[in-house]
């Protein structure tokens, strides 16, 4: 079973710029989890999705980030414009139920 | 936020002996998990332990937890170098269906 998949892997960006970030989750897993991952801390969540309805975006910074989930499978996480802070690991997670969730590689971003 | 706090946030132990980590965390809780993250990639589940259960095993994992002191332990028996990495401790809110809440984990580093 092919697991979670991101892309792109690294980006490395001016700040200012947009940027966008692709999850494909695991076949048949309804719930998609978005997290951010500073360097020596845990993920912290930004959004949650039930197949294509964001059910929990109380953490996302909606000045400047946004996100979709179409069609209830891929989703995209966009921050326009970038700054500094946003330097992390961005993570994606889907699961079946709100147990065990499955994590991919996630992407790590550097703005320069 | 981050709800988990793990003890100690490093810890150096020779190859076969036992690494204990411990979580603690602040609200009402539906189920406790245990993630692994090596350098530079995603998180990978261990383990999930309910409210209503005690203790788990898997493997050479032993997991505790004692919802009253609101805490929880990992515990890596025989370990390996290849159990270096970070662990990070999860819960999932009482009568909600949200995103998981880390702790900031864990460093475990095994000598060889």
């Known amino acids: 079973e092919a697991g979670v998949v991101q892309s792109p892997r690294y980006k490395i960006i001016e700040k200012k710029q947009p940027v966008a970030f692709w999850c494909n989750p695991i076949?048949?897993?309804?719930?998609l989890y978005w997290y951010l991952q500073n360097l020596g801390q845990g993920p912290e969540l930004l959004i949650r999705?039930?197949?294509?309805?964001?059910?929990?975006d109380s953490q996302l910074p909606k000045d400047r980030f946004s996100a979709e989930r179409l069609k209830g499978v891929d989703s995209t996480l966009k921050i326009q414009p970038a700054e500094l802070g946003d330097s992390a690991v961005y993570l994606c997670?889907?699961?079946?139920?709100?147990?065990?969730?499955?994590f991919g590689p996630g992407t790590r971003l550097t703005v320069l | 936020s981050q709800q988990g706090e793990e003890d100690p946030q490093a810890l150096s132990i020779q190859e076969g002996e036992n690494a204990t980590m411990n979580c603690s965390y602040k609200?009402?809780?539906?189920?406790l998990q245990w993630y692994r993250q090596n350098s530079g990639r995603g998180l990978v589940h261990l383990i999930l332990?309910?409210?209503?259960?005690r203790e788990k095993h898997s493997g050479r994992l032993r997991v505790t937890l004692d919802t009253s002191k609101k805490s929880s332990s990992l515990l890596i028996t025989a370990s390996r170098a290849a159990d270096t990495a970070s662990y990070f401790c999860?819960?999932?809110?009482?009568?909600?269906?949200?995103?998981?809440?880390f702790g900031k984990g864990t460093h475990l580093i095994i000598q060889p």
């Open positions: 997670a889907s699961a079946l139920s709100t147990d065990t969730q499955y």
């Open positions: 076949s048949g897993h309804n719930t």
């Open positions: 999705y039930e197949n294509e309805e964001a059910v929990d």
């Open positions: 609200t009402s809780i539906n189920n």
């Open positions: 332990i309910r409210s209503n259960e």
């Open positions: 999860a819960t999932a809110a009482a009568g909600g269906a949200d995103g998981l809440t």
